[in-house]
């Protein structure tokens, strides 16, 4: 047996696919749970995986044909009605918290029925992100004793194929490593997705005012903080959405740096001075810290005063859950412009912590069960810049996930849509 370890930045592992919410959880389920659907990582197009064909009968009807002769890692095949069961299961957990995004992408489903061989999905209204969304890791296939189809199965503190034994351990170094390591072979990607960003909470004092909230976002010199994402090879922020996501608007002149029309704002808005918090958990990234200590000093030249509480992870999910919070910093890595629902939408995360549903909320709906793709795209640019000028995300800079691996030890690792590492 080649014992090999996986170096992370963090302990957090969650097993279940189905609640799986950061990098680390999502890359271990990866390589236990297999999807439905892949993207291929050149082109981006979807792939058969567990499904080995899928067609709409009509924009509410979709049928997938399971692939034969596959079975869960204990021998038991895998069979329409195990799937059809594995999504009742995910449908199962709508009243869990933090809301799961695998729930939000069976919005619209109104039942699955199986056949010999094919799944049949019927939703009450078209969800056009739900072809993409089989492709997750938070909707691959698990049974009902939490097994998958995948080559990998769990072991202690990690997993294994039968001839290698990959453990998952908080270290700086690695046979893999979420990472650059010097000398190793690297396998990079521009998420998709959502900026990292802060997003405030419109529940908070002074932030309830959208004028405060877009006249912060326009005392932030983006192009300033190029240095400091130099070395992860991170880009600033040009809006909500990362330029390698599919409805992705160009916002720069909507971001520009305008003191002048900021401080306008916060006059007309009586707030002259504000001290505010972000809460985050530096292991996130290698610049966490460096670029919120950045923005701080540029937010103080201007009489604003943001305090940085870097926090453990049970203390952030308490803080995230209760709302105690000025701003969260964080970013979501996926292919689908759906996440701006998830993410934004009161009904959904709600991230923002908004009282009462809008305008926003109603094109955040629409979006989903627009049928055709360039009017759909036009909604999320109508998205993007509602975001932008209503100050509800205060983009910052665009991740570049990076995995190093060692060479001669491991070969063709590479990197998925949703920044995963996938081991041949």
Avoid at 63 to 85: E, K
Avoid at 262 to 279: C, D, F, K, T
Wanted: glycine content about 6%; hydrophobic content about 40%.
């Amino acid at each position: 047996m080649v014992e090999l370890t996986f170096g992370w930045p963090t302990r957090q592992l969650t097993n279940d696919p189905r609640l799986a919410y950061n990098s680390i959880s999502k890359t271990y389920c990866r390589l236990i749970y297999d999807s439905l659907l892949d993207l291929d990582p050149e082109t981006g197009r979807l792939v058969p995986w567990l499904a080995n064909s899928w067609h709409y009968r009509d924009p509410l009807t979709l049928d997938l044909t399971i692939t034969p002769d596959r079975c869960f890692s204990d021998g038991t095949t895998l069979t329409p009605s195990a799937v059809a069961r594995s999504f009742a299961d995910i449908a199962a957990l709508e009243h869990v918290s933090p809301f799961p995004a695998a729930v939000t992408m069976l919005t619209g489903l109104d039942s699955i029925e199986a056949g010999t061989d094919t799944v049949t999905f019927r939703f009450a209204r078209h969800n056009a992100a739900f072809l993409q969304s089989l492709a997750s890791v938070n909707l691959s296939i698990r049974d009902v004793t939490g097994q998958g189809t995948a080559r990998w199965r769990p072991g202690r503190g990690g997993v294994t194929d039968g001839t290698r034994r990959l453990m998952f351990e908080q270290a700086d170094v690695g046979d893999l490593y979420a990472g650059h390591i010097h000398g190793y072979r690297h396998a990079a990607l521009d998420n998709p997705g959502i900026s990292y960003g802060l997003c405030p909470n419109t529940s908070r004092g002074r932030l309830a005012d959208a004028r405060v909230r877009r006249a912060l976002s326009l005392l932030i010199d983006r192009p300033a903080l190029q240095p400091i994402l130099d070395t992860p090879g991170y880009t600033v922020a040009s809006s909500v959405l990362t330029p390698t996501t599919a409805g992705y608007r160009d916002c720069s002149t909507e971001l520009a740096y305008d003191p002048a029309f900021a401080h306008r704002l916060l006059s007309a808005a009586g707030a002259q001075r504000l001290s505010l918090e972000v809460v985050f958990n530096s292991s996130f990234s290698p610049v966490d810290s460096a670029l919120l200590t950045a923005v701080a000093a540029q937010w103080r030249e201007h009489g604003i005063d943001l305090m940085l509480t870097d926090v453990d992870f049970p203390e952030l999910r308490n803080r995230q859950q209760t709302g105690d919070y000025d701003f969260r910093f964080f970013y979501f890595t996926g292919a689908d412009p759906d996440l701006l629902r998830y993410q934004f939408a009161i009904a959904q995360r709600n991230m923002n912590r908004r009282a009462v549903p809008d305008d926003l909320d109603i094109i955040l709906d629409a979006q989903l069960s627009c049928a055709d793709a360039d009017a759909r795209r036009e909604l999320v640019h109508v998205i993007q810049q509602r975001i932008i000028e209503s100050g509800l995300w205060l983009p910052l800079c665009n991740v570049r996930t990076v995995t190093s691996y060692r060479p001669g030890l491991l070969a063709g690792v590479y990197l998925d849509a949703e920044a995963l590492a996938r081991i041949p």
